[in-house]
């Protein structure tokens, strides 16, 4: 047979020299033979390709070391899981397990907290867009609601004069803590005195309590003074309310935002001297706590931890489907997921691992998708040896956003699978075909006698001579 020839490529090595790659050397990666003691080539066979696999072990392991991080420097600490991080049920399960609330942001993620069992009561219903149903349905189930905007305010009223009786609520704040970009979209300003004016309007209402203050600073934030700089906000604020309008804070609920071990694009140090601990991140919100709170009150720290707990229980296992070389030199894969499944490709810079030892020098490489449009681009440029077609690519920390962010668009989305600790892998969702795609369509009876082919049309004419 006769073996494959590609026109051969010069270009200069610069082992150890920074660049937009980063410093990897040219003859040095990283192999990845399996996941959680089960071989690649076996999940591939029996799964198929493209793959999304958890590490169940992995996934109790940082809940347990974030909660441990905060109990044993505040001793009244609830988590909840934030839904939209990966509201995959069996992920879900596994953070109930170990002792999470559940945080959600729509009616469907509460609905979705609901069946698995979850009290209302130990749900926090945050978001923008809460339907009167959905805020009904959620008080009546004794739910924790943190009001967003002024609008709320009134449909919360109304909801409290059709169950006659007065309703507890959160309100969200949004503020500067030092950090930019600043999130002011969510809740009511701090700074500006919004929040008061807000809480004033509640008080004159009389038909709501405020018991609890909601704020979420913003997304993978790597300085924890920043949490610091909320929490001391958050209780002066409280006690404010206290002290003027006689609402009793019971929680204080700072959201989430704390990063995984990430890479964001554009950065150039590497995740584990870039990210700080998750024990910064409580020493500093802890401190804070203790540096403001009255003698005698320690209000619940409620925190909605999501991408630190599963990112990096989450790996995307994809195929070399093809290659090719770009008019630039850049030798270029398509492989058979892209930004269908990996949304968050979009700010990310994966780590990469291959599935075999490949004995050449690297190149720069791209990466692109199967999609049929431009943007379809998984990793813009990273130092990979020639790939042959069928060679697996193991993306990772791949757990957060990807599969409540994934879209059905083109391709069918794929098997996820999750491992447990005695290597057992079970299908928690399994892989799409036509029948998911079209269940909930509707076509007209007009339109199911199909219009003719040309081909056709030129028998029956030529029949009718």
Not at 31 to 39: A, E, I, S
Not at 442 to 457: H, M, N, W
Request: proline share 5%; net charge neutral; charged share 25%.
């Amino acid at each position: 047979m006769k073996k494959k020839y590609e026109k051969p490529l010069i270009f200069k090595l610069q082992t150890g020299v920074m660049n937009k790659y980063g410093s990897t050397p040219y003859y040095s990666r990283i192999t990845r033979r399996g996941l959680d003691g089960v071989p690649i080539k076996d999940l591939m066979d029996k799964f198929g390709s493209p793959l999304f696999v958890f590490s169940e072990e992995k996934l109790r392991q940082r809940c347990r070391d974030i909660h441990r991080a905060f109990s044993t420097r505040y001793p009244n600490v609830v988590f909840g899981w934030s839904y939209k991080t990966n509201y995959l049920s069996a992920i879900c399960a596994v953070l109930h397990q170990e002792g999470a609330i559940a945080e959600v942001v729509s009616e469907m993620e509460y609905d979705k907290a609901r069946k698995l069992g979850i009290p209302g009561h130990d749900i926090i219903f945050n978001g923008p867009h809460k339907s009167m149903e959905a805020m009904e349905k959620a008080v009546s189930e004794g739910a924790m609601l943190n009001i967003d905007h002024f609008d709320e305010i009134y449909d919360m009223e109304k909801v409290a004069d059709k169950l006659g009786k007065k309703i507890k609520v959160g309100i969200r704040l949004n503020m500067d803590t030092g950090i930019q970009p600043q999130w002011s979209r969510f809740g009511f300003n701090l700074d500006s005195g919004q929040a008061m004016h807000a809480a004033k309007r509640i008080s004159g209402g009389g038909k709501l309590i405020i018991n609890g203050l909601h704020c979420h600073i913003g997304t993978f934030i790597l300085d924890p003074n920043a949490y610091a700089v909320e929490v001391e906000k958050m209780v002066r604020f409280s006690y404010e309310l206290e002290d003027h309008l006689g609402f009793k804070i019971e929680y204080i609920d700072i959201g989430g935002g704390f990063p995984s071990v990430s890479k964001l694009k554009g950065t150039y140090l590497s995740p584990d001297i870039a990210v700080p601990s998750i024990e910064e991140f409580a020493e500093k919100i802890t401190d804070a706590l203790y540096q403001n709170v009255r003698p005698g009150d320690l209000p619940k720290l409620m925190l909605e931890t999501g991408r630190a707990i599963i990112d990096e229980a989450g790996y995307l296992i994809t195929t070399v489907f093809a290659s090719k070389r770009l008019p630039d030199g850049r030798k270029a894969y398509i492989a058979d997921a892209g930004v269908n499944l990996l949304f968050t490709s979009f700010w990310y810079k994966f780590n990469i691992e291959i599935d075999r030892e490949v004995p050449c020098a690297s190149e720069p490489s791209i990466i692109y998708g199967p999609m049929c449009m431009n943007i379809d681009v998984i990793d813009e440029g990273s130092l990979l040896p020639p790939l042959e077609r069928g060679t697996r690519l193991i993306f990772s920390p791949v757990g957060a956003y990807n599969v409540t962010q994934w879209a059905q668009f083109i391709e069918y989305r794929p098997n996820v699978v999750l491992i447990g600790k005695d290597g057992t892998v079970d299908i928690i969702r399994e892989a799409e075909d036509l029948t998911d795609i079209e269940r909930r369509e509707k076509v007209p009876e007009r339109l199911r006698q199909l219009a003719k082919k040309p081909s056709e049309k030129g028998k029956e004419s030529g029949a009718k001579k």
